[in-house]
């Protein structure tokens, strides 16, 4: 409403100092620099000299600000300690991590100056000693801001109507505008965008922000807590990220939503594993198991980090082959980064051979610039990842190098002809024209697999292609019927059982239904030995 920002780390201190020589509150600053501004508030009322780069008690609202040496007494005495008390800037007592002020016997903050006593281990907090008549009355201020009021009501009248409705408003400080309580059935799924679960029960939403829904438990979330997976410290409530690619450390999924946050320690909690109090962990993890979490890739100059696309609302795709993450992969942590891929592109070669090209070895690189891919003629963008013949001067999109390795040879033809499946299409989509049409029918290839021929570029369906639904196959007993495609389990790897190689799971493939899908095999692999 007043445009009115803070920072994560300026909205944790609190003005604290009350001075006779100014009319408001103190706040602590331990190194204080306001770059790019040499106005008076940026130098001591005191001294007169320049505030960067030191330690200032300084009033906002004023622009009034004091050097700690300045202000603060090297010595001071408490009325409640028999010692002299030294201004210390930095002190730890201990290693346990948890710092406590002996007078108000709050938690302070370790990197804050205080008063010590050397005698004894005497630690105060430095206004609770320079002001010790409130501390004697028992005025000590709470640590704790005040409860929130976050409910309301909201009267709305539409214009050219004299009827009035009044509507329940939710006003947290997790979203910058007002929510209202949904109380119309929602069509289709809806999530929420605090956990990332399908929206039910009670729940509000944004009338300003398309798609923002919170279920009523995520909007009321503490903005504190303290948790079994990270005891140490509590963890903080965050609501948004300048970079959406931050990784859950329990159950490694790529954090969408809300989170929990330990700044310290750079441990983070997406809101499904919040509500987890013992460890159940390793159900979260057996989608990564005995997988290498983090590694260094040929392709990235970044380490990678492993993590679940597992989000039903944002798709992700692989900066290699560009097809969509379903599984388990591999991300850069760097922020704005965003450089995501496959386990299984992890493992390309750095070198292959492809059957249309048998006479030199293709080897993978980076493109420099925007070039044209042989094998489906669509743009090869600069910077992409490609497999290139350095000899006779061409590229291949990973996916068609990779796809392309079986060629099927026909009666109706001269040359090989090569399958494009599934997974061009979202590639083919962006391609207007009559460029991808059928050679028998003139009907469009471009949302279905299609046979190509390299050379001389003309396209079939399937069925145009001679390849027929059923096939007898001497070597297997029953018949082999044809399927658009198969995944028989969640292995994330799957292979023919004619020539025992990989197979893509989204490709066309003939399968025995007697067998109880137990004989998978590739088109090709069948009707090159089918008389």
């Not at 954090?255 to 330990?262: E, V």
């Not at 159900?283 to 597992?310: D, S, W």
């Not at 991808?436 to 396209?459: A, H, M, Q, T, W």
Request: charged share 25%; aromatic share 12%.
């Amino acid at each position: 409403m007043c445009s009115f920002s803070l920072d994560f780390d300026c909205a944790k201190l609190s003005p604290s100092l009350k001075l006779d020589c100014h009319h408001h509150l103190l706040t602590f600053f331990k190194y204080f620099n306001k770059k790019g501004e040499e106005g008076q508030d940026s130098y001591c009322k005191a001294c007169g000299k320049h505030c960067g780069g030191a330690s200032v008690y300084r009033c906002v609202k004023c622009h009034f600000s004091l050097h700690l040496k300045c202000v603060i007494p090297s010595l001071a005495i408490h009325k409640y300690h028999k010692y002299p008390l030294t201004m210390m800037e930095l002190i730890k007592e201990d290693d346990s991590e948890k710092y406590y002020c002996d007078v108000c016997e709050n938690e302070r903050n370790p990197k804050d100056p205080v008063y010590y006593c050397q005698s004894c281990t005497f630690i105060a907090h430095i206004q609770y000693v320079l002001d010790q008549d409130k501390v004697a009355s028992g005025k000590v201020p709470s640590s704790s801001p005040p409860p929130m009021e976050n409910k309301a009501l909201f009267v709305e009248q539409n214009e050219g109507s004299n009827a009035i409705r009044t509507l329940s408003l939710f006003r947290p400080i997790i979203h910058p505008h007002q929510l209202y309580e949904v109380t119309e059935e929602l069509k289709g799924q809806i999530y929420c965008s605090g956990c990332r679960l399908v929206l039910n029960g009670s729940s509000y939403f944004c009338k300003t922000c398309p798609d923002f829904y919170l279920h009523e438990k995520c909007a009321k979330l503490s903005y504190e807590i303290q948790h079994p997976f990270h005891s140490s410290h509590p963890l903080n409530l965050y609501t948004s990220w300048v970079s959406n690619f931050i990784t859950c450390e329990v159950c490694r999924d790529i954090c969408d939503g809300f989170i929990y946050f330990c700044e310290q320690c750079d441990f983070k909690l997406d809101m499904k594993c919040v509500t987890l109090k013992t460890h159940k962990i390793g159900v979260l993890e057996e989608k990564i198991t005995g997988r290498v979490t983090e590694l260094h890739h040929f392709t990235h100059p970044h380490k990678l980090v492993i993590a679940n696309c597992n989000d039903p609302k944002h798709k992700r795709k692989c900066n290699i082959c560009r097809l969509q993450i379903l599984s388990p992969a591999y991300r850069c942590p760097e922020r704005f980064c965003g450089y995501k891929l496959h386990e299984s592109c992890l493992r390309l070669p750095q070198k292959i051979r492809v059957p249309f090209h048998p006479n030199h070895m293709l080897v993978s690189r980076l493109l420099p610039t925007a070039q044209r891919c042989y094998a489906c003629t669509l743009e090869l963008r600069s910077g992409e990842f490609v497999y290139s013949c350095e000899i006779c001067d061409f590229n291949l999109h990973v996916i068609c190098a990779n796809s392309l390795r079986r060629p099927l040879k026909c009666k109706f033809h001269p040359n090989d002809l090569y399958y494009f499946g599934r997974n061009h299409i979202s590639t083919f989509d962006l391609i207007w024209g009559k460029i991808f049409n059928c050679e028998v029918c003139d009907g469009s290839c471009r949302r279905e697999p299609f046979y190509r021929c390299l050379k001389c570029g003309i396209i079939f369906h399937l069925k145009y292609a001679g390849i027929p639904y059923t096939v007898k196959f001497k070597y297997h007993i029953h018949p082999l019927l044809l399927k658009d495609s198969f995944i028989k389990d969640e292995c994330g790897k799957y292979y023919c059982d004619f020539c025992e190689e990989e197979r893509n799971p989204n490709d066309d493939i003939y399968y025995c239904e007697e067998c109880n899908d137990q004989t998978i095999t590739h088109i090709e692999c069948v009707l090159v030995k089918v008389s």
